[in-house]
C-alpha cells in the first residue's frame, strides 16, 4: 500500500504544532467541537460493546487506534476512559507535542509518527476501534485510506469518523467563513474538492469492507453552540461496522 498523507496538509499542521493545545489559538474550532465529538463516541460505545454509560472507564479492555491525531485532543479523553490507546499521525512536529502533552498529565499512550497504510501493514487486525475526526478530507487516496482502516479493526470493530459534507454550504462556512474570514481554521487546511458527500463515503466504505450504522450531522446554532442534528449540509459524523 502506498502513503495516503498529503505532505503539504502535514507541513501546514506541523508549523502550528506547538500552538495545539491553546483552546484559543490555531486549533481552537477543534476545542469547541471535541465535547460534541466525544459524547458521541461514548454513546456508540455504549450501544456497540453493551457497555454502562454510566461507567467512568467506559473504554475499559478496549484497544483504540485514534488516526491523525494531531497533538492529542482525542487520544487523550480516550486514554482518561480506560482505553489502551494507540495514536498516530503523520507529522513528526505534531506527535513530539502530543507525547510532551500526555507525559505532563501522566497519560500512557502509545504515540507514533507513521502513515496509517503502514501501520496497517505491521499490526492487521489488532483494534476494537478506530477514531477518525476530521481526517478522511485530508487524505490523498481514500479508498486505500479506508482499506488500512478496516485492515486494522478486528471483525466487528466499530470505526468513528466525522468529515465535512462536500455542498455550498460547507464552502461558505467552511472555507469562506472558519478560514478566510474568521480564521477559526488554518487558510489552505482544507480543498473543498476533496470532502466527501455522506452517499459518497458511505459506498466507499462500503468497498472497503464497512457497513455504515448511523451518520448524523455536527452543526453549530448560536442558541446550541455545536451540537448533533439531522443537517448534514456542512460537516457530518458517524459509525461503522467492519464486516
Partial sequence: MTGTADP???ALFGHLAADWWDP????????????????????????????????????????????????????????????DVTAIDS???????????AAAQAL???????????LAD???????????FEVIEHVTDVPAFLAALHRLLKTGGLLLFSTPNRTVASWAVLIAGAERIARLIPRGGHDW???????????????AGFDVRQTDG????PMRGFH??????VNYIGAAVAR
Fill in 218 to 221: 455536527l452543526s453549530w446554532s
Fill in 24 to 83: 484559543d489559538g490555531s486549533s481552537r474550532l477543534l476545542h469547541r467541537i471535541n465535547p460534541v465529538r466525544l459524547a458521541y463516541l461514548r454513546d456508540q460505545v455504549t450501544r456497540h460493546a453493551s457497555r454502562d454509560a454510566r461507567q467512568r472507564h467506559l473504554l475499559s479492555g478496549i484497544r483504540v487506534l485514534d488516526v491523525g491525531c494531531g497533538g492529542g485532543l482525542v487520544a487523550e479523553p480516550l486514554a482518561r476512559m480506560g482505553a
Fill in 193 to 207: 474538492n476533496r470532502f466527501l458527500t455522506p452517499g459518497e463515503l458511505t459506498e466507499a466504505l462500503a468497498t
Fill in 122 to 132: 505491521a499490526s492487521p487486525g489488532c483494534f476494537d476501534l478506530v477514531t477518525c
Fill in 91 to 101: 507529522g513528526e512536529a505534531q506527535i513530539a507535542v502530543a507525547r510532551e502533552h
Fill in 108 to 118: 500512557a499512550i502509545d504515540y507514533r509518527a507513521i502513515e496509517v497504510t503502514e
Fill in 228 to 233: 448533533i442534528s439531522r443537517d448534514l449540509s
Fill in 8 to 10: 503539504g496538509n502535514v
